[in-house]
């Protein structure tokens, strides 16, 4: 059954038109669990984060599905010539990295999920610093807006965009043609927490399991587990440039096999 179609902000449509041919083109999808987004109101989406091509390739799975993609992005992005009225334009939601900056941007989150929008919130607040990409701990973000609003939070593993481009590169590699895997969760059960009081225990309660999932969703489309302990966002240095580049196109952190693609055909469509 098809899924409604929600109204892109006009800047967003303009996006799609201009990439979505693009990445039809240069990407295989591996699409799954698409039948596991809620159908009608607002919720929180919570991807692992490993490329900065992450945005792109997501808001192509999510535009595909009917879902306007907005996502919490840094605000220095906003003051970038050229890219800030379109971040603003798309409905972007700033994130200010005061103590009380931050704090506005998730009570605009919450408002956009409490009108029925669906906003993107990367748990982990920046790409991997983990050697092998594995998900880090969390911060509170996805889940306290997520409890906040009583709307579901849906996990959303992918796999992929660091092969086309590496954390802290600058030279993406579209060729040869790689597999972008996106895996949509169950909604985390967060039934009993909701009604509670929302204090640090039980946001980190919930942060955690957010993160297992994840990690355990990430280990299926990989074929693995992490073999080291979880890396601490709250302990991070300052980013690095590339930690460790693959060499060719083909050398990467325990590829998965490339399935054919389901749910998407390679014929570019208009949107």
Not at 55 to 72: K, N
Not at 75 to 88: N, Y
Not at 130 to 135: E, R, S, V
């Amino acid at each position: 059954m098809d899924r409604p179609r929600a109204q892109l902000p006009r800047a967003t449509r303009w996006i799609v038109r201009i990439l979505r041919p693009f990445l039809m083109v240069v990407t295989r999808r591996d699409w799954r669990g698409v039948e596991k987004l809620p159908r009608d109101g607002g919720y929180v989406i919570a991807p692992n984060h490993i490329s900065h091509l992450d945005p792109i390739l997501i808001s192509h799975f999510m535009v595909d599905q009917g879902v306007a993609p907005r996502f919490l992005a840094k605000d220095t992005l906003f003051s970038v010539k050229g890219l800030g009225p379109l971040l603003a334009g798309a409905e972007q939601i700033p994130v200010h990295r005061s103590t009380e900056g931050a704090a506005e941007s998730l009570r605009s989150a919450v408002a956009a999920v409490e009108e029925g929008k669906v906003i993107s919130i990367y748990p982990e607040g920046t790409i991997t610093r983990d050697p092998d990409l594995w998900p880090m701990s969390g911060r509170t973000g996805a889940v306290r807006v997520a409890l906040a609003t009583g709307r579901p939070l849906v996990p959303l593993a992918q796999w992929g965009a660091q092969r086309i481009l590496w954390p802290y590169t600058k030279l993406p590699r579209f060729l040869p043609r790689k597999t972008i895997h996106v895996v949509v969760g169950d909604p985390v059960d967060l039934s009993d927490l909701v009604g509670l009081p929302i204090t640090e225990d039980v946001l980190r309660t919930a942060t955690e399991r957010l993160m297992d999932t994840l990690t355990a969703m990430v280990g299926e489309i990989r074929g693995e587990l992490p073999t080291g302990p979880r890396i601490d966002v709250h302990t991070l240095a300052a980013p690095r440039t590339a930690y460790r580049a693959p060499t060719d196109a083909t050398d990467d952190v325990a590829p998965p096999a490339d399935p054919a693609p389901s749910g998407a055909d390679d014929t570019p469509k208009e949107p």
